[in-house]
């Protein structure tokens, strides 16, 4: 079984990948609700354009995306060089450029899944919430929120899932550095590239198919808790 | 209490332009689908922003276009109750019920409210429950502890009944009723069912087409002969407020005392001295000239014919005043120009005792009658 176990770089392309997979994920999740609340909720001018923009990167090449990002967020791009001089934060060949890459992958599948949530939400509880003395604010979080949570947790499943296999937006954007942006589908990639590394290959594989099973797990495991707190009819 | 609307507001073709003040009891918003209740009392709430006019509870400025106010809804303290429960599918039965008293920062003898209302709702048994394990009744109770628990100025109830059978709306009359006479809130109550505001409202606003037909007193509103055709010819009646005499347990009966005078019907379960509402319908009410005799009908009652209503085909309303209480008939216009029922005319009226609507039989009045006087006819 020696074949098995993971080489150090091995590793440390797995661990780089749920780190992005994470990040991308949560630091998404704040944009995906408030967009989702836009697009489900929000009657305003440009709407239709906000929903083009949010699923473009489902519909174009990852490369395309990629690219886009690179001269966006690029060290001497317009926003990348903002960041930069401004905050210190650098995407540009770093692992934060990958979770970057993979959370714009992941975005529109995390805004689907939500606002279809929210738009299943009957806006007359959030009304009675009003009546009973709650404001706005409060009517999200103790109405809306709670009943939306099966859609977030189903987005949010997604969007990691999503983040896990990104190669094309990745590998343009941040190129392929072992340790700071070899995710797991690029390190399968470079050992696809080399002579006798089936075997890494195939035990990266197998590590992407349990992780995928892991997640799915959960949110079936999320999703029928979500259910049962709601007990829905 | 006093509420005082004064609204106009466009519906698309629908114009609402009403302008009524009552005083404290309940209230009952009454007229057909379409009159323009739910649109009044989702005004009253701050759900619709009307286009011109104000709302004003105890002085408390909740809307006044002219002024450029608007109490947002969140901030009126106006307790609502809807059609459809609304309970929050996430919460408990207690979440529900606590969920407004939480933001009404009113933390002082919350146990003390929670245990009055709960007793007064008969909810306690459901208290760990989720709202999709109660039944229509048991939601429409926990509506109405949860809008009370919120410490409201004012009570909306957009027929609360009306999606329930009859048994469930059975079953929640009485704790209305208790509600009305226990609670110092003030409660405006939309319906479109006769037997439910003769039962429960201590004042009526007709409303039709969005406009104010009538106001004034239970007893006043539903014996007006003009308002039959809004009220529904069929459903047209008087009420009568009656006193428990005694029980015949030989022939099951029970007998009641009124100014009308006395009547007998079928055992009704509560104790000698209870004071109730009877409704009598004006199709179940026969006229006669003389004092009838071998006669199987029970209760005879003498009057004097008051007033007669407009012809409608062949039918007329004819309004009996028996010594000072109000009753209603409906007979053929051959029959009234065949006894001579002219304004003045003596006669007896006949009600067969299983015809009281046992509906609209209502429980204990407050002691101190039913207190209307506030209540202005505009």
Not at chain 1, 90 to 102: D, E, N, P, Y
Not at chain 1, 174 to 200: C, H, K, M, R, W
Not at chain 2, 111 to 116: A, N, T, V
Request: with cysteine; charged share 20%; aromatic share 6%.
């Amino acid at each position: 079984m020696e074949w098995l176990s993971l080489s150090p770089e091995e590793w440390t392309a797995v661990h780089l990948s749920l780190k992005v997979a994470l990040v991308a994920t949560v630091v998404a999740l704040p944009f995906g609700i408030a967009v989702a609340m836009l697009l489900g909720r929000g009657r305003f001018w440009g709407h239709s354009l906000l929903n083009g923009l949010v699923l473009l990167p489902l519909i174009l090449p990852p490369v395309v995306t990629g690219y886009i990002l690179l001269i966006l967020f690029g060290r001497r791009g317009p926003i990348g060089s903002f960041l930069a001089d401004y905050f210190g934060i650098v995407f540009s060949f770093r692992w934060t450029g990958a979770a970057l890459a993979c959370g714009i992958m992941g975005f529109p599948l995390m805004v689907r899944a939500i606002r279809l949530s929210i738009e299943a939400v009957d806006a007359r509880l959030e009304e009675a919430a009003g009546t009973l003395g709650a404001s706005r604010a409060w009517v999200f979080l103790t109405v809306t929120l709670p009943l939306i949570l099966p859609g977030i947790i189903a987005g949010m499943i997604l969007c990691f899932a999503k983040a896990m296999g990104e190669f094309g937006a990745t590998i343009t954007f941040v190129s392929n550095i072992p340790g700071e942006t070899q995710t797991l589908p690029s390190a399968i990639y470079t050992f696809t590239q080399v002579p006798g590394g089936d075997l890494g290959a195939f035990r990266l594989t197998l590590v992407s198919v349990a992780i995928a099973m892991l997640a799915l797990f959960a949110s079936e495991v999320m999703a029928r808790y979500a259910n049962r707190r709601l007990d829905i009819e | 209490m006093t509420l005082a609307v004064d609204i106009r507001h466009r519906l698309g073709s629908f114009a609402l332009d009403t302008r009524f003040e009552t005083g404290s009891g309940l209230i009952a918003l009454f007229g057909r689908s379409g009159a323009g209740k739910t649109s009044i009392i989702n005004i009253i709430a701050g759900l619709i922003r009307p286009e011109q006019g104000s709302v004003t509870v105890d002085g408390t400025v909740l809307v006044d276009t002219k002024s450029g106010v608007f109490v947002a809804k969140h901030r009126r303290r106006v307790g609502y109750v809807f059609q459809e429960g609304r309970l929050f599918p996430h919460l408990t039965v207690r979440q529900n019920l606590l969920y407004g008293r939480w933001f009404a920062r009113k933390t002082k003898g919350l146990g003390d409210d929670l245990d009055r209302v709960v007793d007064m709702l008969g909810i306690a048994g459901l208290l760990d429950r989720r709202p999709a394990r109660l039944s229509g009744g048991e939601k429409q109770r926990v509506a109405i502890g949860r809008a009370l628990l919120a410490d409201p100025r004012l009570l909306l109830m957009d027929e609360p009944l009306a999606s329930l059978d009859d048994e469930r709306k059975a079953e929640i009359l009485p704790y209305i009723e208790r509600l009305r006479d226990q609670s110092k809130i003030p409660v405006v109550y939309v319906s479109h069912s006769v037997a439910e505001v003769a039962r429960l409202a201590t004042a009526v606003v007709v409303l039709s087409e969005g406009k104010v037909a009538a106001v004034g007193p239970t007893s006043e509103i539903m014996q007006r002969l003009d308002l039959f055709p809004l009220t529904g010819r069929a459903e047209a009646g008087a009420v009568i407020e009656a006193t428990v005499e005694r029980h015949d347990d030989r022939f099951g009966l029970t007998e009641l005392k009124s100014r009308a005078g006395a009547w007998r019907l079928p055992r009704l379960e509560a104790p000698v001295g209870t004071r109730l509402r009877l409704r009598v319908r004006a199709r179940d009410v026969m006229l006669s000239k003389s004092a009838p005799e071998d006669l199987s009908a029970l209760n005879i009652l003498p009057g004097v014919v008051a007033e007669t209503g407009p012809p409608e085909g062949s039918i007329i309303q004819i309004r009996v005043d028996c010594n000072g209480e109000t009753l209603l008939a409906r007979v053929t216009r051959y029959s009234a120009e065949r006894l001579g029922l002219v304004e003045g005319a003596q006669v007896y009226a006949l009600v067969k005792s299983v015809a009281l609507d046992r509906r609209s039989l209502s429980g204990p009045i407050p002691a101190g009658g039913v207190p209307d006087s506030e209540a202005s006819d505009l």
